[in-house]
């Protein structure tokens, strides 16, 4: 593990990416002061949102310790987060109830000051039991599905039971909470009640890039799992049907696979539909292949469903990593009309009703490259608001400052 992590965080030196950068200027500018922190951040699903979380943290004034399976420290060295004094890794128990003590053994051994879990899919009694014994230090918990963690479905089974109350005294542990919109927040103190602090902490960053050949055929791309439970790929397939073979649009459906599922559809309208997947697809690919789009689809169900857990709306107590798929690259947004439309992205998100509807959007904007021109605009003005800068100074006070 360490042998892969140093060969990749040559490369990255070697490429001089921003992550190597801006890493090199904490090291040179911002030294430990009195009023450093020590900050354990553990992750062992989203790798976006710990990404995020450590790029808004790292500013040299802070040591961060980072708990996470070793894949997912590979993918955050390779994106550019690099170890050294600053950010280290410590790598976890193999075995999931394992984890709620490594974590707390963590922030005693590191002398933490703050611990943020970022996402807690497991274990939640024992994290809970975990986090009571560490007060008073502050604990940030990431709220991923608002009403699975505060209204969860009742299971009758022991095993449901222990679940139902490892997520109410899990939530009752912690100091505050971090989501991903600013809806999730307004659903946590209206409907809720929740009167501890709730940070509003986007899942990605706007990264700047040039802007593609406005005199392509129009692109889009529906980023993320390839998973028919998070995304409608009857959309698609309605939209390549009405384009093949001569509409000048190209769609690209770039991420990993659900095991078991891949419809022969995907395959059936070479030239106007190509799909990049597999049991993992590498950071580099994914991003390219959203940066060469002029829009980010996002073909979601009005209702999330999990057997078991309680629906989840998107842009209202769910967020969707498209959405920030979208923001991160400056791009405008398209989206079914009976998904809520996230307040970040109002401005450049384009709604549409049924089949039909999508089908007349998407000519009219391949045959219009003004409007796409000016769409391209719109969305990086609009990003501009999720840069480091912008969200750290937003941000930074109310995570490392007082309960």
């Known amino acids: 593990m360490a042998a892969n992590l140093s060969i990749l965080a040559r490369r990255a030196g070697a490429l001089g990416g921003s992550g190597v950068v801006y890493h090199t ?46 894949a997912m420290q590979v993918q955050l060295v390779a994106a550019g987060v690099i170890p050294g004094p600053f950010v280290q890794f410590r790598t976890l128990p193999s075995r999931s109830w394992e984890h709620p003590g490594a974590v707390y053994r963590s922030c005693r051994a590191e002398g933490a000051d703050l611990l943020i879990l970022s996402t807690v899919s497991f274990q939640h009694l024992l994290f809970a039991r975990a986090c009571r014994r560490l007060r008073p230090l502050k604990l940030l918990l990431g709220v991923h599905d608002v009403h699975d963690l505060f209204a969860p479905a009742r299971k009758f089974s022991l095993r449901g039971l222990i679940q139902h109350v490892g997520r109410q005294q899990l939530a009752a542990a912690v100091s505050g909470y971090i989501v991903l919109l600013d809806e999730m927040k307004e659903l946590l103190r209206k409907k809720y009640s929740v009167r501890k602090p709730v940070h509003v902490v986007p899942g990605s960053l706007y ?12 692109r889009i791309v529906v980023p993320g799992s390839i998973d028919p439970g998070r995304r409608s790929y009857e959309h698609v397939r309605h939209l390549a049907r ?20 891949r419809p022969t559809w ?9 799909v990049i997947s597999g049991d993992f697809v590498d950071v580099d690919t994914f991003e390219t292949a959203i940066a060469g789009a002029d829009l980010v689809w996002a073909p979601l169900p009005e209702v999330f469903r999990r057997s078991g857990h309680p629906g989840e709306r998107y842009g209202e107590s769910k967020s ?63 990003a501009a608001a999720l840069s480091l800068e912008a969200v750290r100074a937003r941000l930074l006070p109310a995570l490392t400052g007082g309960t």
């Open 242 to 261: 009405a384009l093949y073979p001569d509409a000048p649009v190209q769609i690209t459906i770039a991420g990993s696979n659900r095991p078991g599922w």
């Open 266 to 274: 995907l395959d059936e309208y070479p030239g106007t539909l190509q």
């Open 320 to 382: 969707s990593g498209s959405f920030f798929d979208a923001l991160r690259h400056g791009k405008p947004l398209l989206l079914p009309g009976g998904v809520p439309v996230p307040g970040v992205l109002a401005a450049v998100t384009i709604s549409y009703f049924d089949n039909e509807h999508l089908h007349y959007l998407v000519l009219a904007l391949a045959q219009n490259r003004a409007a796409r021109e000016r769409l391209r605009l719109m969305a990086e003005a609009n």
């Open 207 to 218: 990264r700047p890039a040039p802007a593609g050949d406005p005199g392509a055929p129009l």
């Open 25 to 70: 200027y904490c090291i040179l500018v911002c030294p430990f002061t009195r009023r450093s922190m020590t900050i354990v951040l553990y992750d062992t699903e989203h790798f976006e949102t710990l990404e995020t979380q450590v790029r808004l943290l790292n500013t040299g004034a802070h040591r961060l310790v980072l708990l996470a399976p070793e």
